[in-house]
């Protein structure tokens, strides 16, 4: 029983936590609140990819740090909403904190550096964001979202393929131990 303990806690052990440049974070998570906001202007494409979704599932899988997660979450969320005029303040943050605090706990649990690990997580997180969104609207707004759809469908293939790439480039941030 002990050694079956052992092996387990170090399998968890090996699961590096990674460390950015200093301002990377915060940087990143500007330079995604602000992309979104502007390309929004420029048509129904900008909304199939939300990037601040991918910024806060990427900084919350990479750092494995509940906490950090649901803070960056919680955080993004809320600048997010203030940006967007089409939702009340509070949807996205509620959501985007869910999402960051659980994006956390897997990455401390799974190797989440292989892309087609992270392309499933991404396609997971998205629905989950949306199941999230769809019932705070039902529930706290009473107004009718759907849970589900092949518009949704599609927008969470193609924002999975864009955040798969995009990780690669956002490994670029990652400080050397």
């Given at each position: 029983m002990a050694s079956m303990l052992d092996t387990g806690l170090r399998s968890e052990q090996n699961i590096e936590v990674h460390k950015f440049y200093n301002g990377s974070v915060l940087l990143v998570g500007?330079?995604?609140?602000?992309?979104?906001?502007?390309?929004?202007?420029?048509?129904?494409?900008?909304?199939?990819?939300?990037?601040p979704l991918l910024v806060v599932i990427y900084f919350g899988v990479s750092r494995r740090n509940p906490v950090s997660g649901l803070l960056l979450g919680a955080a993004i969320g809320m600048f997010q909403d203030g940006l967007s005029h089409d939702n009340p303040i509070g949807l996205y943050g509620i959501a985007?904190?869910?999402?960051?605090?659980?994006?956390?706990?897997?990455?401390?649990?799974?190797?989440?550096?292989h892309p087609l690990a992270r392309f499933v997580l991404i396609f997971l997180f998205f629905h989950f964001h949306q199941v999230i969104l769809a019932f705070t609207e039902r529930v706290l707004l009473n107004t009718p979202a759907p849970f589900f759809s092949i518009h949704l469908l599609i927008d969470s293939l193609i924002s999975a393929l864009v955040g798969t790439i995009?990780?690669?480039?956002?490994?670029r941030l990652r400080r050397s131990s």
């Open positions: 500007f330079l995604a609140l602000i992309l979104q906001a502007f390309l929004h202007k420029y048509g129904r494409w900008a909304d199939v990819v939300d990037l985007k904190t869910m999402v960051g605090y659980f994006a956390s706990t897997v990455g401390a649990r799974i190797d989440t550096e995009l990780f690669v480039g956002l490994d």
